[in-house]
């Protein structure tokens, strides 16, 4: 079962990680965070635990972002949840664009660019 108040934050980078739980977390959003995408396989195995939204960053070691992505799309139980793609990389929408994202904020984003793109997709589910 999904909450859709529960946001999974794939990220490697330790200080962008704690800064985007801090800010979710003080909005009111539980967050749980992952530092690859393997890592990220391994707690959507619990459907209790499943979020509402997604957060993923591309670039990551292990399994970096688009390798999640299919691994994600081919699990029916998590294909549906919607994923926001989070990319310091030059030319991330072009590269992004075929990942079937809901959204990709390029880094350094907002504030509030994080926190309506947050609103749109986790709460609307």
Not at 67 to 93: K, T, W, Y
Request: hydrophobic content about 50%; overall charge negative; some cysteine.
């Amino acid at each position: 079962m999904k909450s859709t108040r529960h946001i999974l934050l794939i990220e490697d980078d330790y200080a962008v990680r704690e800064a985007i739980t801090e800010i979710l977390e003080l909005e009111g959003f539980a967050v749980t965070s992952a530092l690859n995408g393997a890592d990220a396989l391994e707690r959507l195995a619990d459907p209790s635990q499943r979020p509402g939204l997604i957060l993923l960053d591309l670039m990551m070691p292990i399994m970096d972002g688009w390798a999640f992505r299919r691994a994600q799309a081919g699990r029916p139980e998590l294909a549906s949840i919607p994923v926001v793609v989070l990319s310091a990389s030059a030319g991330h929408d072009e590269r992004a664009s075929g990942l079937s994202a809901a959204a990709v904020l390029a880094k350094p984003f907002e504030l509030q660019q994080l926190l309506d793109t947050v609103e749109q997709y986790c709460l609307a589910a």
